[in-house]
Structure formats: structure tokens, C-alpha cells
T-cell receptor, first 112, second 116 residues
Framework: RKEVEQDPGPFNVPEGATVAFNCTYS??????FFWYRQDCRKEPKLLMS???SGNEDGRFTAQLNRASQYISLLIRDSKLSDSATYLC?????????????FGQGTILTVHP | NAGVMQNPRHLVRRRGQEARLRCSPM?????VYWYRQLPEEGLKFMVY????????ESGMPKERFSAEFPKEGPSILRIQQVVRGDSAAYFC??????????????FGEGSWLTVV
């Protein structure tokens, strides 16, 4: 079983649509959770951290369920510029500082 | 842009040659991480270094791969006797300290290695 598993995708949605991505992780000791965005042949960039209470940043909402070891990302009112690969990322913490575990990513294409 | 600098951005090597990838962390950062992204896969942790020390190399292949972060100069990821399966994007990241927070880790633009 992969340490971080994501929806296989790809997702192909029209502008203005709402789209949700899911992710599960296997290491119950994981302490930090993130969504990253990666454009084609670019480096991953932090989109947002994910907190147990849930958090929102503009059109993006992230949720974490520690009991189910489940993370989600909701994008509302999709824009063409949202087209990218979305990476679910987990950090075990402790002495594993900076040792991030990435999911394989979900490709999102937003079309006119 | 005083971000994480990687070079070369693109490197082509023939099978059996050596590849050296360099990474200069952000100013003030003393912790460096290397990740590899194989085609159609997610990033995989390779190694975590501080100045002159390897802290965690659990993701490094057992053979042909080595990394260093000397007291002076950039971090170097060295791949000896490259094979086609080494073709990948190699990302370096740095952080100011070992803080457990992904949002203090900054990635470079990557080095794309192609082995022919």
C-alpha cells in the first residue's frame, strides 16, 4: 500500500465548476498535512496546509480527518489557471523534519 | 530571485557517465533535501543534509548515488554510471532549520536528467 494515495484522476471540468480531491495516508503518526500544486515541468509549490479543524483560503477548502486518515481539497468556481497537478503531502514530523511524503498527484484540467 | 538555485536545469548523459547536480539553498538556510520525481510519479524523498552532515539518507539508492553538503559551496547530488532508469527530475529543497513544517520548505526549479 502506498503511504499517500490520491484519486487517480484526471479531472476535466468546465470553468466555474466545483471539484473535490481526496487523499488517504497510511502513517498514523503523521503530524503535518499539505496540498501542493505542480505545473508541468515545474517545482511543487505549497498551496495550503491542512488542519484538523478544516481551513479555507479563498476558493480552496481543505479538510483533515485524522481518525480516517483522510485529507480532502475542494476547489470552488474553478478557473483556467487552476489547471495543474495537485499533490497530497504528508510529513511524519519528529526527526523526519522536511521529509515529505507525496502522493502521485491528481491532474486537473479546467476548460472554457 | 534569491530562492533555491539548482543547476544545471537540464542535463543529458550517456549510460555509464556521471551526473552531478548542484543546489544552492536559500540564503540563511542550512538544511537541504533532495527529491526525485520519476516520469508519471510523485516526488520521492532521497536525502536530508545539513552542513557537512547527512541526517537521513533512507531514500537514496544503495549504489551509485551520493550526496554532500560541504561547509562551503552548494550541495551536490552525484550519480555514477548512470542508467536509463535514472532519467528523472531531481528537486532540491531547503529550510532555515529542521522545523516540522512543510511551509518552511522551499523547492528549487529542479534539474531534469535524461540518460540516453
Amino acid at each position: 500500500r502506498k503511504e499517500v494515495e490520491q484519486d487517480p484522476g484526471p479531472f476535466n471540468v468546465p470553468e466555474g465548476a466545483t471539484v473535490a480531491f481526496n487523499c488517504t495516508y497510511s502513517n498514523s503518526a503523521s503530524q503535518s498535512f499539505f496540498w501542493y500544486r505542480q505545473d508541468c515541468r515545474k517545482e511543487p509549490k505549497l498551496l495550503m496546509s491542512v488542519y484538523s479543524s478544516g481551513n479555507e483560503d479563498g476558493r480552496f477548502t481543505a479538510q483533515l480527518n485524522r481518525a480516517s486518515q483522510y485529507i480532502s481539497l475542494l476547489i470552488r468556481d474553478s478557473k483556467l489557471s487552476d489547471s495543474a497537478t495537485y499533490l497530497c503531502v504528508v510529513n511524519a514530523g519528529g526527526t523526519s523534519y522536511g521529509k515529505l511524503t507525496f502522493g502521485q498527484g491528481t491532474i486537473l484540467t479546467v476548460h472554457p | 530571485n534569491a530562492g533555491v538555485m539548482q543547476n544545471p536545469r537540464h542535463l543529458v548523459r550517456r549510460r555509464g557517465q556521471e551526473a552531478r547536480l548542484r543546489c544552492s539553498p536559500m540564503k540563511g538556510h542550512s538544511h537541504v533535501y533532495w527529491y526525485r520525481q520519476l516520469p508519471e510519479e510523485g516526488l520521492k524523498f532521497m536525502v536530508y543534509l545539513q552542513k557537512e552532515n547527512i541526517i537521513d539518507e533512507s531514500g537514496m539508492p544503495k549504489e551509485r548515488f551520493s550526496a554532500e553538503f560541504p561547509k562551503e559551496g552548494p550541495s551536490i547530488l552525484r550519480i555514477q554510471q548512470v542508467v536509463r532508469g535514472d532519467s528523472a527530475a531531481y528537486f532540491c529543497a531547503s529550510s532555515p532549520n529542521g522545523a516540522d513544517s512543510g511551509n518552511t520548505i522551499y523547492f528549487g526549479e529542479g534539474s531534469w536528467l535524461t540518460v540516453v
